[in-house]
Nanobody, 127 residues
Framework: QVQLVESGGGSVQPGGSLTLSCTVS????????IAWFRQAPGKERLGLSC???????HVFYTTSVKGRFTISIDENAVQLQMTDLRPDDPAVYYC?????????????????????WGRGTQVVVSS
């Protein structure tokens, strides 16, 4: 059974850094695309970044996090390194997959239509 478990959330000051981890079990991680999303209260879920299967090597970042967030694979986990965290970054952060090999888009942004989601990890940015 496919399971995704997020960890690494917490509270940081503006300008600070956090590294989130998405541990994936039940599948061979190298074969599938994994995406990170976030959802703030009262807002729609937003796709942040995606890494495609290992053979592809394709990564995607939405405009608001490009240059600040880095996605990578570390054994059975997909990490999201977040730097220069800003007051508009707080949210619950989720990882997800539809068990396809490539990142899937809806228009210019990542599709939120995924078969498997983690439960999320909270990120707070506050001085």
């Amino acid at each position: 059974q496919v399971q995704l478990v997020e960890s690494g959330g917490g509270s940081v000051q503006p300008g600070g850094s956090l590294t989130l981890s998405c541990t994936v079990s039940g599948v061979t991680l190298d074969w599938y695309a994994i995406a990170w999303f976030r959802q703030a209260p009262g807002k729609e879920r937003l796709g942040l970044s995606c890494i495609a299967n290992t053979n592809s090597g394709h990564v995607f970042y939405t405009t608001s996090v490009k240059g600040r967030f880095t996605i990578s694979i570390d054994e059975n986990a997909v990490q999201l390194q977040m730097t220069d965290l800003r007051p508009d970054d707080p949210a619950v952060y989720y990882c997800a997959t539809d068990l396809g090999p490539y990142c899937v888009f809806s228009g210019q942004e990542l599709s939120t239509s995924k078969s498997f989601w983690g439960r999320g990890t909270q990120v707070v940015v506050s001085s």
